[in-house]
């Protein structure tokens, strides 16, 4: 792990505390999982199409085909 000094405000500082006690975790844990989630949430979705190969190259074009049916009992 590697140190490092950040700045906060009073305002920021008293909910850091807050956190860290109603959590029963450290400050600097609260602070690491911060981080992680607004890195996180900074990343681009992950892709929703391409994600598998059916072995069907013309799956795309016969999607209505394929998908008649789906919903009903």
């Known amino acids: 792990m590697q140190k490092t000094t950040v ?3 009073d305002e920021l500082k ?3 505390e807050r956190a860290a006690v109603e959590t029963q975790r450290s400050e600097a844990e ?7 989630m607004a ?6 979705p992950a892709p929703h199409s391409g994600i598998f190969d059916s072995g069907d190259p013309c799956m795309s074009e016969r999607v ?6 789906l919903g009903r009992q």
């Open 39 to 44: 890195a996180e949430s900074s990343l681009p």
């Open 30 to 36: 609260v602070i690491r999982e911060g981080i992680r």
């Open 14 to 16: 008293r909910l850091l």
């Open 64 to 69: 209505d085909e394929l998908l008649e049916g």
């Open 7 to 9: 700045y906060l405000s």
